[in-house]
């Protein structure tokens, strides 16, 4: 049998191949950081989602080391058989205090939090709201649960009211959006959606895997940024971004909401703890970006810098509140082989195109970091600038 499926796999790969979308793997050879060495050679990493830094932090590396000496290597079980630590109640606990929260819960993934959050809580008399533009694990969680599930146009309130309109039929709703859209790189209208979500008598669900650590004066993310710190019903978040960049996700939110999902959320129920010496280098982790904004204030500085000097050199740059630049080249092979010039400049950047975004929308997404000098920053900027010129994206 596999003699005919491995000729049709074959087909289907030379095709995305020839379609200009097949996506090679590049092979770093050192730990994550603005500089990393790939093949052979040392390239600044413009495509990371180490936000503020801290994937190589000595103070994280340690507190791993320790946990690694006192708690072992890993839980070889489930949360609730034998697969609890302190460590994980500690970090729930500090996740809770640091999003202003009543409770949370740790899953092995960001993945696993969305798509283990929507089947327990959510039943076919109830509705789903969600914005078109929410990441993949969001659409997942929706196509794993029963109940009756609307779309509205990216960050559009008018058609967001128009699918709480329609969803008044059903028994409870629930709006969910991401905190920051991780391709284009805007922040949610989340103090428009809490007052349609309090007209229409609607739960809130926000995803803050690309906002929090990065979004809001402290880094409290969207909920921050619009001052209803504590105020959404449900949270989403990961420890791979900004939060250290290793594994590990959460959802946070309403002690009721929490309980439940410990009962009953699949991904949390059938698959292993976190490690302890990720949930001990998260306890730090959050103990250090509560001290200080230092990070943040840097990470804000270099992404107002580079996006300004960008715009300023003829780029397309979409608007963005967050760290994240996507240059827009609409073109999938074009994205590609700008990519591959920037690698030769030294700078390590990645195309993205269909599915991950729409057909006709590629582009290059620069993620800034606070890991990131302003002489990293000034290489990329006459790299692309280069680059762009020879490959005829601005003016010569």
């Known amino acids: 049998m596999y003699g005919k499926y491995k000729e049709h796999l074959s087909k289907e790969l030379a095709n995305i191949k020839e379609a200009g979308l097949y996506k090679n793997e590049r092979v770093i050879t050192s730990a994550q950081g603005a500089e990393i060495e790939v093949g052979g050679l040392k390239v600044l990493n413009f495509c990371m989602n180490n936000y503020l830094g801290l994937s190589n932090n000595p103070e994280l590396i340690k507190a791993a080391k320790e946990a690694l000496d006192t708690r072992g290597y890993g839980m070889s079980s489930v949360r609730f058989i034998c697969g609890t630590q302190d460590l994980h109640k500690t970090l729930e606990a500090k996740i809770a205090n640091f999003f202003g929260t009543e409770d949370t819960i740790l899953y092995a993934a960001a993945f696993d ?75 949610a209208p989340l103090d428009k959606i809490k ?150 400049e030294g700078i390590y950047v990645i195309g993205f195109y269909f599915p991950v975004v729409p057909r006709g929308e590629a582009r290059i997404r620069v993620q800034l970091s606070a890991a990131h000098e302003k002489e990293h920053l000034d290489k990329a900027l006459i790299a692309f600038a280069k680059v762009g010129k020879a490959l005829k994206v601005i003016p010569a």
């Not at 109940?147 to 028994?171: C, G, T």
């Not at 809001?216 to 939060?243: Q, W």
């Open 113 to 187: 939090a969305n798509g283990g959050v929507f089947e327990p809580l959510f039943a076919e008399q109830d509705a789903i709201i969600s914005d078109s533009l929410n990441h993949a694990s969001i659409i997942d969680g929706v196509r794993l649960s029963k109940p009756v599930r609307y779309r509205y146009n990216n960050a559009d309130m008018a058609d967001l009211e128009e699918r709480l309109k329609e969803s008044q039929a059903q028994r409870f709703r629930i709006i969910v959006t991401d905190g920051v859209f991780s391709m284009d790189g805007n922040v």
């Open 195 to 344: 007052i349609l979500a309090e007209k229409y008598n609607a739960l809130i669900m926000v995803d803050e895997s690309h906002s929090a650590g990065v979004v809001g004066k402290t880094g409290r993310g969207v909920t921050e940024l619009y001052n209803i710190k504590g105020e959404v019903d449900i949270i989403t978040g990961t420890l791979g971004k900004a939060f250290g960049g290793a594994i590990g996700g959460f959802t946070t939110g309403r002690k009721e909401i929490i309980e439940m999902l410990r009962q009953r959320s699949r991904p949390y129920l059938f698959s292993n703890s976190i490690p302890p010496s990720v949930a001990n280098a998260g306890i730090k982790m959050f103990d250090m970006v509560s001290e200080t904004t230092h990070l943040q204030d840097k990470l804000h500085s270099n992404t107002k810098y580079f996006v300004s000097k960008m715009i300023e050199a003829g780029f397309d740059v979409k608007p963005t509140e967050s760290a994240i630049c996507a240059v827009m080249l609409y073109d999938a092979k074009l994205s590609q082989d700008f990519a591959s010039e920037l690698l030769k």
